[in-house]
């Protein structure tokens, strides 16, 4: 299995920053694709950006040129700073990872979900 915990969320001014960090644990052989979601009240919960281990990254169009998602393999985190916050941009963001994990049965892919950390944009 793998966890992930997310931090970095709160309560910004439109016009402002944020930074999220993800950070896997468990009984990880490879994090393949690692990404962020985010849902809004009475949303489908959507793609903001992801990232392979290669370092290729993907956007939502929504977020293009004000995101920035990166990760440190060595320490199996990835990022998403956030800038020129908008109140649209609020909701509660969700780390995501596709990792292959060292099971009792053998190795196992799939994906993992992080609990959320809401992200609030308002003056």
């Known amino acids: 299995q793998v966890q992930l915990v997310e931090s970095g969320g709160g309560l910004v001014q439109p016009g402002g920053s944020l930074r999220l960090s993800c950070a896997a644990s468990?009984?990880?052989?490879?994090?393949?694709?690692m990404g962020w979601h985010r849902q809004a009240p009475g949303k489908q919960r959507d793609l903001v950006a992801s990232?392979?281990?290669?370092?290729?990254?993907n956007y939502a169009d929504s977020v293009w040129g004000r995101f920035t998602i990166s990760r440190d393999n060595a320490k199996n985190t990835v990022y998403l700073q956030m800038n020129s916050l908008k109140p649209d941009d609020t909701a509660v963001y969700y780390c995501?990872?596709?990792?292959?994990?060292?099971?009792?049965?053998?190795?196992?892919?799939?994906?993992?979900w992080g609990q959320g950390t809401q992200v609030t944009v308002s003056s």
């Open positions: 995501n990872a596709e990792a292959t994990t060292n099971q009792t049965t053998g190795f196992m892919r799939a994906d993992y």
């Open positions: 468990g009984s990880i052989v490879n994090i393949h694709h």
């Open positions: 990232i392979n281990r290669g370092g290729s990254t």
